[in-house]
Each structure stands twice: as structure tokens, then as C-alpha cells.
């Protein structure tokens, strides 16, 4: 609906219907012509607004479908949401997305996608605030990110400060090293309590099995004597 208002062909439409009601307002107009000229005036300019301009869509653009629902399997929402980032960004319409922050998206898509066989391996557990932020990083954070920024005309984005201090597209690189910093932090703690789980098994085995562990009493190794 919004896209039909904001539409050039709708203001065209509009600014011809106004102008046939003030000529009926000053008198310029019969009293037979009223609502219906206005009306066929705003088709009028609808169709020539459309033709000069583009007609609206009835498509929404590809970065409004980009929401995604955080229910069912976890595994699942997060894979079919980062599929979802991935496609658009590869799509890249309008080609909004400079090439080095497109590189990144996809670049954090594959680092959330090792997060995932990582975690689904890992003897170590995330924290309940840590899986929060992991599933909503890609179900969520991203998407969301990805979305407002696509809202932007790209000549804005690149240009324009906005209250930061900073352009949109300084803004996005920000939001992405920030959710990078992040993966990187889940994996470095799935990994410290893997290695440790390691050593841990690594000095049960050596107070097992090494030389102070073994019960076993020392073998003689010296070869007996052969008798004549």
C-alpha cells in the first residue's frame, strides 16, 4: 500500500485531479463537471505518471521478505534464515551493497554456518544468554541489518552523515564488525571448553597408562642365559 502512495504515478494522478477541482473551485468549470471529471483526470495522470516513471509494483522488494521466524528447530530457523541473507546479498539489488561489504555479509554467513556444525559438535554448552545471541545473530540481528540498510538509496548511503557521525554504509560495516566480533567470541568459547575437556582426558589417560600409573610389575628384559 505504501509503495502505491509514495509512487510517482500516484502523485501525478493526484496533482491532475487537485487541478481539475480548482478550476471547478474558481469557476473555470461548467456545473455539470464535478467528481467524476477529477476522477477520470487522476487516471489520467496515473496512467501518464506510470508510463513517464514506472508503475508501482505489486511486488514487495526482495529485502522486505527478509524476516524470518525464530520457532521450531532452532538448526533449521537458522539455516533457512542464513540462506535467506546469503541469496539476497549475492543478489544484491540495485546493487546497494558495495562490493567490500558484500564480501563481509557472506563472509559472517559462513563464519555463523561453522558456529553451527561447531556448536552441534562441541562437549562444551553456550551459556543461555550466549545461545540467545548466536540464534538471533542469525535469525534476527542480521536479517534486520541487512534489511533497514537495503532501505537506503545507495547514492544516500555512501554520502549522506547521519546524527552518528557516520554514513549509513560506515553504520553497516560497524554492525558488521561488531555481530563478527561475536561469532568469533561463541566459537573461542566452544573451542576453550573443548580443549579443556581434552587435557582433562589427556591427564586421566597419562595417570592411567604412563609410567607412575602402571601396577604392572617391571618386566626383566635381560635375555636369558641359553644353556649348553
Known amino acids: 500500500m505504501f509503495r502505491l502512495v509514495a509512487s510517482p504515478a500516484n502523485w501525478c494522478g ?40 514506472g508503475f508501482p509494483s505489486r511486488r514487495e522488494p526482495a529485502w522486505e521478505a527478509l524476516q524470518f521466524s525464530d520457532e521450531g528447530d ?46 552441534e559438535r562441541s ?3 553456550l551459556s543461555l544468554q550466549d545461545s540467545f545471541h548466536a540464534r538471533h545473530i542469525a535469525i534476527r540481528y542480521l536479517p534486520e541489518a541487512l534489511n533497514t540498510y537495503l532501505s537506503i538509496p545507495a547514492a544516500f548511503a555512501s554520502r549522506k552523515v ?8 560506515a553504520t553497516f560495516a560497524d554492525t558488521l564488525a561488531e555481530l563478527e566480533a561475536k561469532v568469533l567470541q561463541l566459537g573461542d568459547d566452544l573451542a576453550a571448553q573443548d580443549a579443556h575437556a581434552f587435557l582433562v582426558h589427556s591427564k586421566f589417560l597419562s595417570q592411567k597408562f604412563g609410567p607412575q600409573g602402571l601396577d604392572a610389575p617391571a618386566l626383566n628384559t635381560a635375555p636369558e642365559e641359553r644353556k649348553p
Do not use: H
Not at 542464513?82 to 567490500?100: F, M
Open 14 to 53: 493526484l496533482g491532475l485531479a487537485s487541478g481539475v477541482l480548482l478550476l471547478k473551485a474558481v469557476g473555470l468549470l461548467g456545473a455539470g463537471w464535478g467528481l467524476g471529471v477529477a476522477a477520470l483526470g487522476y487516471g489520467a495522470g496515473f496512467v501518464i505518471g506510470g508510463l513517464w516513471w
Open 162 to 169: 547521519l546524527d552518528n557521525g557516520k554514513t549509513a554504509e
Open 123 to 125: 562437549k562444551g554448552n
Open 74 to 119: 532452532a538448526r533449521e530457523a537458522m539455516e533457512r534464515a542464513l540462506d535467506g541473507v546469503r541469496r539476497l546479498t549475492e543478489y544484491n539489488p540495485e546493487q546497494r551493497i558495495p562490493p567490500a561489504l558484500q564480501g563481509r555479509v557472506l563472509a559472517l554467513c559462513t563464519a555463523l554456518d561453522g558456529l553451527l556444525q561447531q556448536w
